[in-house]
């Protein structure tokens, strides 16, 4: 999940989705709450910790914390020496996502079609938004924090992409990267307060309307492969506070348009060939977990 945030496109929701351990995540946050507050007080820290699945939530966040700092510069690398590789990988990866979470829906009905196409619109306007370029002011860490995390467990939504479209990408990463700790922990507590919020609002749907919200969810991760589609040709850029250059609007082409437009190799035999292992990894992965 840490690795996958910190890529602009792919959700950590995601990945707990597909290893099995999405519903008992969301769980587990929602009962940190009141009720658990009051059981340490009357009971101990053993009945507490039990009451909100502790252990549980105590390891995937310290997978997500080390994964999100150790790989943050290998992602930065791998994105600014050989961006084809890593957008087809990952697209092979969220396509192989869509197919799983659709296979959740019993029953193809209006209703769920319809979420579905609701959720592929909402993503598909979202990756079409052109990155900003914020000043980053203290608060902004705070905030793009609470506003990012409910895209991070939301499947099909990148809550790294959120923080690009809010301007914050950047910094966050370099906030990461060069240990300002009191920027990471503001980031970071908002992180939690809006996963406090979120995960009781989407808990809620999951409980009352399953099948619509797996739809939506399905819809998301189809309309997010606008935003992985390999090939890309820059049609706009902009300048960073930092002073660098970066894509501002980008249109999707085809591999022998982008040789042509772009002047680069479309790499295209590779490039099906990592989009391919992405798709049988999440199946396999699929596999294990229902084993």
Known sequence: MGAADVVPGVSGGTIAFITGIYTRFLAAIKSVNLEALLLLRKSGCKASWQYIDGTFLLTVFAGLITSAVSLAKVITYLLANHQLLVWSFFFGLILASFIYIAKQIEQWRLSTIISCFIGVVIAYVITSLAPAEAEPHTWLYFVSGAIAVCAMILPGISGSFILLLLGMYSHVLTAITDKELSL???????????????????????????????????????????????????????VSSSGVEKPLMQKNILPAEYANLVGHDPQTLLCIGLALFGLLLILGIEKLSAK
Do not use: E
Request: with cysteine.
């Open 184 to 238: 990471i922990a503001l980031f970071l507590l908002g992180c939690v307060v809006g996963l406090m919020l979120f995960s009781r609002f989407l808990s809620w749907l999951l409980n009352q309307y399953q099948q619509i919200t797996f739809a939506l969810l399905a819809g998301f991760l189809l309309g997010s492969l606008n935003l992985l589609w390999p090939w890309k040709l820059v049609v706009s850029t902009y």
